[in-house]
């Protein structure tokens, strides 16, 4: 062999004037490779030979007849995924979209080749290949370091496997912008992702379909899984719709938010009903406690940021909204403090200067759009509540596009 699937040939006639060479390819002649040799050292190099067995006969008139074999080996396709590894460091709710290298093959009859599968080696991630593109991100709520197997070939071809590492980082959190969402992903309550693969399709009118019941599937958000909910997930994938119910950002009215926001509310667990918790001041919960749970559940937060264990993490994050803390004080005109209270707010309005913009919320009632009272601890917080809103989000859009 000359090389991996090149063959050297090389021939000596000794008291001979002429020889007949004549090539065989797994039995069969090719015509094309005969000739007359009639130098006394001949040599050739035929290049890119497919694999299996040649066979080369040199005959001459009262001459032995020499045969010599050699076999091209049926090589295992390659990948070299050096620049695909450097791309699977993301964040946690990304779905990055890779364009996979051609996959390589030394022999010629088998460099056609595509990927065929993708296989996850752990919990970690959700991966597809569509069209020699590599679809990825996080299964729900999973970060840190995970491999990939990529299967590219073919039972005739040969199958060939091979293995990346990338890394799921903490996501970028959006603090402070109150129109979108605080982590970018399809894990969170109504998204359409109900098979919870990180995609939104058909695979997810399915799973419906077959009676999943996770909250992605609940599109509507009136806490049943049902038909409407697969109506309304068609609907959007065949583009009669913009978008689902629960898609925030996209949501054109402040009714619809103010709607959606509600059937969150309702949802979630965190009211008095379910979360208070009577006995001295270090275990009982007051209004602050509530607000507080009610952002972990909405807004979301990491364990290690959670150091008071009467929260529970359960619902951290489930609704991915944006949902903000508030607090109120009012004090008696000597100065002292006469009371204050804790609630929550998000932003269904158009502007965030516009203290009717915002929607606020009683935690412990699940009451929304809850409205200033004359005396009450609300009405004389509005002025400073917007003072603070231009210093904290001077830097955000201040109407949506």
Known sequence: MAGDIDIAYSARLKDLTSATREVYYEGV???????????????????????????FVLSAVDADTARDTIVVPDYAPTADLSSLEMQLIFEEG??????????????????QLRYSGVECSDSMTQARIIND??????AKRQRGPFMIT?????EECGIGRQTASGEILDPTVNWFNPFIRPVKGTYYYGS?????????????????????ETDEADIDGNKQINSDDKMLLEDYLKGNISYLPGHYEKLETKVERDDWVQKMMDIDSTNWDNRYVQGDAENCWVSGNYASQTSINFFGYYDDEIQWDKYDLSENRRFNLPIYYVHSSLDNPDGSHKGGHGMSAILTGDYTLEFDSW??????????????????????????????????LESIPMKIC
């Open 29 to 55: 002649k090719i015509d094309s490779l005969s000739l007359e040799i009639t130098q006394a050292h001949y040599t050739e190099i035929l290049e890119e030979n497919r694999k299996g067995m040649w066979e």
């Open 94 to 111: 990304k779905m990055p979209v890779l364009a996979l290298p051609a996959p390589l093959d030394i022999n010629i009859e088998d460099r």
């Open 133 to 138: 593109s590599l679809y990825i991100t996080n």
């Open 150 to 154: 990529l299967v590219f070939g073919s």
């Open 192 to 212: 359409g992702d109900a098979n919870q693969d990180g995609f939104i399709d058909s695979l997810d009118v399915q799973a419906i379909e077959n009676g999943i």
């Open 359 to 392: 929607n606020f919320i009683e935690p412990q009632t699940d009451y929304t759009n809850v409205q200033p009272e004359i005396g009450g601890l609300i009405c004389p917080f509005q002025e400073m509540f917007i003072f603070m809103l231009q210093i904290v």
